[in-house]
C-alpha cells in the first residue's frame, strides 16, 4: 500500500459520533480540547471558528473542517458575543435561540481510532484541514458533501449507516486532498508525500518495509545527494529516514500483536528482522515491554489496558 493507505489501514477510522448542530440569532461556545479527532460540516448558514489566541476562521455553507486531533476552540455567530463553556455530547446540539428556524446547520462529530498507533500517526498529519466550498464544490469531495447533505435531509431506512459511511470516505478525501498548500502545512506525512522526491523514497519504504534500507539507497531512490536528503527528510517529517522507519516498523508490529493472528517470527520477517529474539528486543527498547505482554494486554488478557 501507498503511505497514506498504510496510515488509514492501522488508524482503522470509524465515525464515533455524528451530530447535527444548529443555531439561531447571536451565540457563542467555548469547548475544552479533547482525546479524539473531530470534522465539521456545514450545511447551511455560517459561523466563526477560533483556536486560542489565533485568528478566526470563518466558515460558510458546505466547508469542511478536520481536526486530526481536536484542540480548544470557540465557535461563535459573530465576533463579541459573551461565550459559554459547553461540554461535547453525542445527542443533537442547538445553541442561541431555543425557538424558530436555524440559520446555522452543520453535522459534526468526531470519529473513533485504533488508539494503540493513533499518537505515532497523528503526530504525522496537520493539525487543521480545511477545505472551503469554493474549492471543493466542483471536485469530487464537493459531491460527496452534496450527497451528505442530501441524506441528512432524507428520512430514508439505513440513514445512520449511510451517514457513517459517507464521514469516513470525507475522511479519507480531505487527508488527500490535492489542494492543501504544502507551504502551508507543518512537518508532517502529507507534507512530505507533496514534494515529489521524498514521495518516490516513502512509497519505497511503505513498499517494502522488511528492505535493509540505508540513507544513501533512499536518497539515490529521491535523486537526490546523501546529505541533502537527510536534510530534506528530516524537515519535512520531523525525523531522520531510519528513524521514520524504525517507528513504522513498530506501529505495523503493534498492530499485528493487537490483532493476535500472526507468530512474532512470521512478524519479524514481514518488518525486516532476523529474527523473533532480535525483534523482541527491538520491541522492548521501544515500548517498554515485551511483545507476549504487549499482546495479552491488547487482547483484554489478565493485565488488560487501560481504556483512558
Same mark, same amino acid.
Given at each position: 500500500?501507498?503511505?497514506?493507505?498504510?496510515?488509514?489501514?492501522?488508524?482503522?477510522?470509524?465515525?464515533?459520533?455524528?451530530?447535527?448542530?444548529?443555531?439561531?440569532?447571536?451565540?457563542?461556545?467555548? $469547548?475544552? =480540547?479533547?482525546?479524539?479527532?473531530?470534522?465539521?460540516?456545514?450545511?447551511?448558514?455560517?459561523?466563526?471558528?477560533?483556536?486560542?489566541?489565533?485568528?478566526?476562521?470563518?466558515?460558510?455553507?458546505?466547508?469542511?473542517?478536520?481536526?486530526?486531533?481536536?484542540?480548544?476552540?470557540?465557535?461563535?455567530?459573530?465576533?463579541?458575543?459573551?461565550?459559554?463553556?459547553?461540554?461535547?455530547?453525542?445527542? &443533537?446540539?442547538?445553541?442561541?435561540?431555543?425557538?424558530?428556524?436555524?440559520?446555522?446547520?452543520?453535522?459534526?462529530?468526531?470519529?473513533?481510532?485504533?488508539?494503540?498507533?493513533?499518537?505515532?500517526?497523528?503526530?504525522?498529519?496537520?493539525?487543521?484541514?480545511?477545505?472551503?466550498?469554493? /474549492?471543493?464544490?466542483?471536485?469530487?469531495?464537493?459531491?460527496?458533501?452534496?450527497?451528505?447533505?442530501?441524506?441528512?435531509?432524507?428520512? $430514508?431506512?439505513?440513514?445512520?449507516?449511510?451517514?457513517?459511511?459517507?464521514?469516513?470516505?470525507?475522511?479519507?478525501?480531505?487527508?488527500?486532498?490535492?489542494?492543501?498548500?504544502?507551504?502551508?502545512?507543518?512537518?508532517?506525512?502529507?507534507?512530505?508525500?507533496?514534494? &515529489?522526491?521524498?514521495?518516490?523514497?516513502?512509497? =519505497?519504504?511503505?513498499?517494502?518495509?522488511?528492505?535493509?534500507?540505508?540513507?544513501?539507497?533512499?536518497?539515490?531512490?529521491?535523486?537526490?545527494?546523501?546529505? =541533502?536528503?537527510?536534510?530534506?527528510?528530516?524537515?519535512?517529517?520531523?525525523?531522520?529516514?531510519?528513524? $521514520?522507519?524504525?517507528?513504522?516498523?513498530?506501529?505495523?508490529?503493534?498492530?499485528?500483536?493487537?490483532?493476535?493472528?500472526?507468530?512474532?517470527?512470521?512478524?519479524?520477517?514481514?518488518?525486516?528482522?532476523?529474527?523473533?529474539?532480535?525483534?523482541?528486543?527491538?520491541?522492548? /527498547?521501544?515500548?517498554?515491554?515485551?511483545?507476549?505482554?504487549?499482546?495479552?494486554?491488547?487482547?483484554?488478557?489478565?493485565?488488560?489496558?487501560? &481504556?483512558?
Amino acid at each position: 500500500m501507498d503511505p497514506l493507505s498504510d496510515i488509514i489501514a492501522l488508524l482503522r477510522p470509524t465515525a464515533a459520533i455524528s451530530k447535527p448542530i444548529t443555531a439561531r440569532g447571536d451565540w457563542c461556545v467555548s $469547548y475544552r =480540547a479533547y482525546d479524539a479527532p473531530g470534522f465539521t460540516i456545514v450545511l447551511a448558514g455560517e459561523c466563526w471558528l477560533q483556536f486560542a489566541d489565533g485568528e478566526p476562521l470563518r466558515l460558510s455553507q458546505g466547508d469542511f473542517i478536520l481536526l486530526p486531533t481536536t484542540p480548544a476552540f470557540t465557535l461563535f455567530s459573530k465576533p463579541g458575543v459573551p461565550s459559554i463553556a459547553v461540554e461535547p455530547t453525542a445527542a &443533537p446540539v442547538r445553541h442561541g435561540e431555543a425557538e424558530g428556524e436555524p440559520d446555522y446547520v452543520a453535522q459534526g462529530g468526531s470519529f473513533r481510532f485504533e488508539r494503540v498507533n493513533a499518537p505515532l500517526l497523528l503526530s504525522l498529519l496537520p493539525g487543521m484541514i480545511h477545505i472551503p466550498a469554493s /474549492k471543493g464544490r466542483s471536485t469530487r469531495f464537493g459531491r460527496i458533501i452534496t450527497l451528505f447533505a442530501e441524506e441528512c435531509a432524507s428520512d $430514508y431506512p439505513g440513514k445512520d449507516a449511510i451517514l457513517q459511511r459517507l464521514i469516513e470516505t470525507l475522511l479519507i478525501e480531505a487527508l488527500r486532498w490535492r489542494s492543501l498548500e504544502r507551504d502551508g502545512m507543518s512537518a508532517g506525512l502529507l507534507h512530505a508525500l507533496r514534494d &515529489p522526491a521524498l514521495a518516490r523514497a516513502l512509497h =519505497a519504504m511503505h513498499a517494502d518495509m522488511a528492505a535493509r534500507w540505508t540513507v544513501a539507497r533512499l536518497a539515490s531512490i529521491a535523486g537526490m545527494s546523501r546529505s =541533502a536528503f537527510a536534510a530534506r527528510f528530516a524537515e519535512a517529517l520531523g525525523c531522520g529516514a531510519i528513524e $521514520y522507519l524504525a517507528r513504522w516498523r513498530m506501529a505495523f508490529a503493534m498492530n499485528a500483536l493487537m490483532r493476535g493472528d500472526k507468530s512474532l517470527d512470521r512478524i519479524a520477517d514481514e518488518i525486516g528482522y532476523e529474527s523473533a529474539s532480535a525483534f523482541s528486543t527491538a520491541f522492548r /527498547k521501544r515500548s517498554g515491554m515485551a511483545p507476549g505482554r504487549f499482546a495479552r494486554l491488547g487482547m483484554g488478557g489478565e493485565d488488560r489496558i487501560s &481504556p483512558n
